[in-house]
């Protein structure tokens, strides 16, 4: 088998969606607008019940004895209502849908940007890809702790600057920051799951590789990462620690409590219910996002055969192109 010959690594994309036209942009930032809001309505309540776990012991919130996922979501019901599941479902929407176009979007124009024309992306590429649009978007001054009362998101706003200052923004950025090796292992693992279950073609990937590439990738990257979580999530919360010292050094000292108080255990507090409600997140939300890309992709060929317009003559050649060499 000569060098030319040779199959490529990475899934092979239509060439409209390499070359990333104007159309493939726009449908790139609404399909991650829309995974964001499905993700967002759907698994709310398992969101507030992960934050709750995360800070339970905390000076900073009422004290709670939650056992876990199950007995949690039970006494938040007889205790507060239904409502209770999607308190903060306002911060949630505005913070986490255009989080999603912005971080989708992003990866992908980065993705273009660092392979070379007319190659596959690598491993290398979604990496740094990865990393490039997880640092757009850490910065992130619309999410709010579940467990505190704001009646809207520029009441939370408001609230924050007053009693924090500006800063109070931006507490857990350094965690958030660090946290980007997540993203780091998540998508490269993602990419190379995804086109070795479709046999790197992109008319072959189907809904089931989605779901198994996204949820192995986001639990090997949370294995490594959760202690992140767990720290940024203390900083943002608890105001004794946050009123001593940098982020940095107030990193280090919830270090040593926790694991003073719970042992290395405590680092991992909540874990098994994050997966619980992140893994099924990743699958609903990345495999709404390559379904609508698909679907937006596939009718807009459909649509310019039917009316014989001739859109991109130089792309149009190089989809032909790549339908003739395949066998």
Do not use: E, M, N
């Given at each position: 088998m000569t060098a030319a010959s040779k199959p490529r690594p990475g899934l092979d994309v239509p060439a409209r969606e390499a070359n990333g036209d104007a159309f493939t942009q726009l449908t790139q930032f609404g399909a991650g607008a829309l995974a964001g809001l499905v993700n967002t309505l759907v698994l709310s309540p398992l969101d507030v019940?992960?934050?709750r776990l995360q800070v339970q012991g905390s000076a900073a919130v009422p004290p709670t004895n939650y056992r876990g996922l199950f007995h949690a979501l039970r006494c938040m019901l007889r205790q507060e209502g239904l409502s209770s599941y999607y308190r903060g479902l306002s911060a949630s929407l505005s913070a986490f849908v255009p989080n999603?176009?912005?971080y989708w979007y992003s990866y992908e124009t980065f993705k273009r940007t660092y392979t070379p024309r007319g190659a596959?992306?690598?491993?290398?590429?979604h990496v740094?890809?990865?990393?490039?649009a997880g640092a757009i978007t850490a910065v992130d001054m619309t999410s709010a702790p579940a467990h505190r009362r704001y009646r809207s998101v520029p009441h939370g706003l408001r609230k924050i600057i007053a009693e924090e200052g500006v800063s109070g923004l931006y507490k857990g950025?350094?965690?958030t920051l660090l946290g980007l090796g997540h993203v780091a292992i998540q998508f490269p693992l993602y990419e190379h799951l995804k086109s070795s279950l479709s046999g790197g073609k992109y008319e072959d990937l189907k809904a089931a590789h989605v779901l198994i590439a996204s949820s192995l990738s986001k639990i090997a990257a949370s294995a490594v990462f959760y202690p992140h979580e767990v720290l940024r999530t203390q900083i943002q919360v608890d105001r004794t620690v946050a009123a001593t010292g940098t982020e940095p050094a107030r990193m280090a000292s919830l270090i040593r409590d926790i694991i003073r108080k719970d042992g290395a255990?405590?680092?991992y507090r909540g874990f098994a219910t994050n997966l619980m409600r992140t893994v099924p997140a990743c699958m609903l939300t990345f495999t709404s996002y390559e379904l609508v890309k698909r679907y937006a992709h596939k009718h807009a060929m459909k649509g310019r055969e039917n009316l014989d317009i001739d859109l991109d003559p130089?792309?149009?050649l190089e989809d032909s192109l790549a339908k003739k060499r395949k066998p």
């Open positions: 019940v992960k934050t999603w176009a912005i596959r992306s690598t491993p290398f590429v740094f890809a990865a990393l490039s950025l350094t965690p255990k405590g680092l130089a792309i149009d």
